[in-house]
């Protein structure tokens, strides 16, 4: 490959890298967390998923569905989880008549509405919003796709730069010299 060519990927995959690695970063670390984010609410919030008394027999969803509609004033129904573990709650999302999404915490035995929480203040909400958007929006949004682009572009562009120049070569960068310093090591 020519020299200038490579030196010219060299010095815009240095400068991309640093302009879209912050929001990378973000995303990464947001998406992070995002994994985890049953088990880390459960354990924050046990009161929302576990209920007190394990009963007997569960009740239909269908009951306690129709209840609490008509009780929240629910207009649309997102999702209702329902969970295999006899101690576990069911999770509903709705949206009320205000265009409020709310989340519910229902007890299957009794159909009691254990907790309810607006979906915008949960923690994991935010964290949702902050990945996807950067919490700007439309605009996050261009940002975040924009940087991921950056990123493929990044990522071919480092190839071309790791490449060697003869491809008989390419069997020193593909294999690690052990006895080597700790850095070329890592």
């Given at each position: 490959m020519n020299k200038t060519f490579k030196k010219n990927i060299g010095?815009?995959?240095?400068?991309?890298?640093?302009?879209?690695?912050?929001?990378?970063?973000?995303?990464?670390?947001t998406g992070s967390i995002l994994v985890f984010e049953e088990e880390i609410d459960a354990f924050i919030n046990p009161e929302f998923y576990k209920v007190s008394n394990i009963g007997i027999q569960k009740m239909p969803v269908d009951l306690y569905v129709n209840s609490i509609a008509k009780q929240y004033r629910i207009t649309e129904l997102d999702r209702i989880q329902t969970y295999q573990d006899p101690a576990r709650t069911v999770i509903i999302s709705g949206t009320d008549a205000d265009k409020k999404d709310q989340i519910f915490s229902v007890d299957s035995?009794?159909?009691?509405?254990?907790?309810?929480?607006?979906?915008?203040?949960?923690?994991?909400?935010?964290?949702?919003?902050?990945?996807?958007?950067?919490?700007?929006?439309?605009?996050?949004?261009f940002i975040t796709g924009c940087s991921c682009?950056?990123?493929?572009?990044?990522?071919?562009?480092?190839?071309?730069?790791?490449?060697?120049?003869?491809?008989?070569?390419?069997?020193?960068?593909?294999?690690?010299?052990?006895?080597?310093?700790?850095?070329?090591?890592?």
């Open positions: 010095v815009l995959h240095l400068w991309l890298g640093l302009t879209s690695g912050l929001i990378v970063f973000i995303v990464a670390l035995y009794t159909g009691k509405v254990l907790a309810t929480i607006p979906e915008k203040s949960r923690f994991f909400s935010v964290i949702l919003d902050l990945h996807r958007h950067l919490i700007l929006g439309e605009v996050g949004k682009l950056i990123f493929i572009f990044m990522l071919l562009s480092g190839l071309i730069l790791w490449w060697p120049k003869k491809i008989k070569n390419l069997k020193q960068r593909l294999t690690i010299k052990w006895n080597a310093s700790f850095k070329r090591v890592n």
